[in-house]
């Protein structure tokens, strides 16, 4: 009895105490394989067979010779694009993948996750220095492979279109424009149109080879002076990926190296003998002067030459940029005149003493003239400000100037001034003196006084009235000289359909002084405005740049306000919905290749991902482990306790 009772005391205590049994035992397991599929919105682009990049690379990996291969591993598939685990972005953001980010977090997680990694991708990198985060765990024995998605050839494209062309070149010189559109997978005739401030002036043919680079010239008739915007565009063909770089713009300025002036005298009285002279000194100006000394009879000068000669007028008027008329009276040249001005020349006329032909001009001229001139000494009032004209000469004479200035000799009396005309400066009494005003496309400018002269060779002339004299008559052959046919607000888009993310330039030349531009945009739930900059080397110039838009049609607005008055022009941009991590149409084979090198590892396309798989080695390893057990807390112990109580008390009846 006390054999069978010391047992199942024995197993009780042993029960209660629970002492550990240690053992060794090997263990065999599987290599760990991390799998990093790219999310990413390029892989969002069509591959084949009616699938997108993602779509494909999950087909890969679900195929039964990918699964075999992947059978020999532990592996994890684990999607990216900026970081682990990031779900894709609901539009593609200006960036894109960050495959070096992946691959350091994998790096950081490395002793729950060891073992080779395979990067499934499209190779489209934006961000990041992947190579260096890949030869990183190369280095800790930790080989990096990769399989690339896409496509390896581009898709067909007309473009980039580029612009050959001078940005500076002399009013009505030809300009020799050289285009140059490159194609992509295409062949055959492509039209080229060439437009200058949004009128096509030409199409030319470009022939078009595979990956090849067209060129097409041609040559832009003389340019008026001003800004001009030529554009460069091949129509969009419904086999090619994407209109977006199509078309390029280029501004061009053309500059007057000299004006051509024409001035027609009355009489050789004082103030066309004191003009003369001042005429004489102002730089880039080329004055050929013709003075009335009675009936049919002139005397033509031109710098020291002088010859008695009668101004052919319709010849002068072709080689004129603007004419000034002193004291002369109109007669048979009133319809030259108006055909001068109307095709964008400028008009200056002094009548003073001489007013004879205000009809024969009729409404070009700013004001109404009347037919009498009162010789009675005239005292001037400052310049009225908001007209240009007017603005140029108050900034250079003060007003005390012009109140201390001699009176005139006379004066012709102006009347009904025009709409649309500028009263620039009146007499002391509040009389219009001096109005300027536009026709068609030119400019005409009316002076009713006479006798500046007076402000030099007076007894009541100084230093200010000299002075004076110089500032009044340089602005006004200043204004005169100034291109008519040239638009006062010139803008452009680069480009004006652009990949989302791109930026976009806004470019404008303005011809008002001081002004400030700003651009106002609005479109696809988007309002903002941007503000543009003056270049500091190119006066007239402004820009500015935008990027953060989202995929869409805008209406840009640009606005130039100098002083009280605005200008504005409008034009139209689209954005196209990919941006820069779309901009990648092929798969980048190159950077995939560099990135398995650096992690030492191997590169192979997508359709051969299970021989990829089969290069990497699996062996099981095999390791002891130690395990502890407590077998005298089970029920088994409890049960052999129980038999012996049992035949313990079972013997205990019968022996009695």
Not at 211 to 237: E, F, I, N, S, Y
Not at 381 to 408: C, I, N, Q, Y
Not at 627 to 638: D, K, N, T, W, Y
Request: proline content about 8%.
């Amino acid at each position: 009895m006390a054999g069978l009772r010391l047992p199942v005391l024995l197993l009780l205590v042993l029960a209660l105490i629970n002492p550990a049994w240690q053992r060794t035992v090997r263990v065999t397991s599987r290599p760990h394989l991390t799998i990093l599929l790219d999310s990413s919105g390029s892989m969002g682009l069509p591959a084949a067979q009616s699938l997108t990049r993602g779509q494909q690379a999950a087909a890969a990996l679900r195929s039964e010779p990918v699964r075999r291969e992947l059978a020999r591993f532990d592996h994890a598939t684990v999607p990216f694009t900026r970081g682990l685990g990031e779900p894709p972005s609901p539009r593609t953001e200006p960036g894109g993948t960050d495959l070096a980010l992946a691959l350091q977090q994998v790096a950081a997680r490395g002793g729950a996750d060891p073992g080779p990694v395979l990067i499934v991708s499209d190779g489209a990198e934006t961000e990041g220095q992947a190579q260096a985060a890949a030869a990183q765990l190369g280095a800790a024995g930790r080989s990096v492979f990769t399989a690339g998605v896409g496509p390896t050839r581009p898709s067909a494209n007309v473009g980039p279109v580029a612009i050959q062309a001078p940005r500076t070149v002399r009013e009505r010189q030809p300009v020799p424009v050289r285009a140059l559109v490159r194609a992509t997978g295409l062949s055959g005739a492509q039209p080229v149109h060439v437009q200058l401030d949004g009128k096509t002036i030409a199409t030319l043919a470009a022939t078009l080879s595979p990956d090849t680079v067209a060129a097409v010239k041609c040559q832009l008739p003389g340019l008026a002076a001003g800004m001009h915007v030529l554009t460069v565009k091949a129509p969009a063909r419904s086999d090619e990926a994407t209109a977006a770089d199509n078309e390029r713009s280029q501004l061009i300025e053309a500059r007057r190296d000299v004006t051509r002036l024409v001035l027609l005298a009355g009489a050789p009285d004082p103030d066309y003998a004191a003009l003369r002279r001042l005429l004489g000194r102002l730089p880039k100006l080329q004055t050929q002067a013709f003075v009335r000394l009675g009936p049919g009879r002139f005397l033509r000068q031109q710098g020291d030459k002088t010859a008695r000669e009668a101004p052919n007028l319709p010849r002068l008027l072709r080689e004129a940029h603007a004419v000034l008329l002193m004291n002369y009276p109109i007669g048979g040249e009133a319809t030259a005149l108006r055909g001068f001005v109307q095709g964008g020349g400028s008009l200056g006329w002094c009548a003073g003493r001489q007013a004879t032909g205000a009809a024969a001009l009729g409404p070009i001229l700013p004001a109404r003239l009347g037919s009498a001139y009162t010789p009675m000494l005239t005292p001037v009032a400052p310049p009225r400000t908001g007209s240009e004209l007017g603005e140029v000469l108050l900034r250079a004479a003060p007003a005390p100037w012009w109140r201390g200035a001699p009176f005139l000799e006379g004066v012709t009396a102006l009347s009904g001034v025009r709409p649309g005309a500028d009263t620039v400066l009146p007499a002391a009494g509040g009389r219009a003196l001096l109005v300027t005003g536009t026709f068609g496309t030119g400019a005409t400018l009316l002076f009713g006084g006479a006798g500046t002269h007076r402000w030099l060779l007076s007894a009541e002339a100084d230093e200010e009235s000299r002075r004076l004299y110089e500032v009044f008559w340089q602005s006004v052959i200043g204004w005169l000289s100034q291109p008519r046919e040239q638009r006062q607000l010139v803008v452009m888009l680069d480009p004006a359909i652009a990949p989302e993310g791109q930026p976009v330039r806004l470019l404008a030349a303005c011809g008002q002084t001081g002004a400030t531009l700003r651009a106002e945009i609005s479109g696809a739930g988007q309002r903002l405005a941007v503000p543009l900059s003056p270049s500091a080397s190119e006066p007239g110039r402004y820009a500015a740049t935008v990027s953060a838009l989202k995929p869409g049609k805008y209406s840009v607005r640009f606005v130039a306000q100098a002083g009280g008055a605005a200008l504005s022009e409008t034009r139209q941009l689209v954005i196209e919905r990919g941006g820069v991590e779309l901009s990648e149409t092929v798969q980048q084979v190159g950077v995939l290749q560099a990135i398995a090198a650096a992690g030492r590892g191997r590169y192979a396309p997508l359709d051969q991902l299970a021989s990829l798989l089969a290069q990497i080695p699996a062996t099981p390893a095999s390791q002891g482990v130690t395990q502890a057990e407590h077998p005298f807390r089970s029920g088994a112990v409890l049960g052999v306790a129980a038999l012996l109580l049992c035949v313990e008390w079972w013997l205990r009846r019968r022996w009695g």
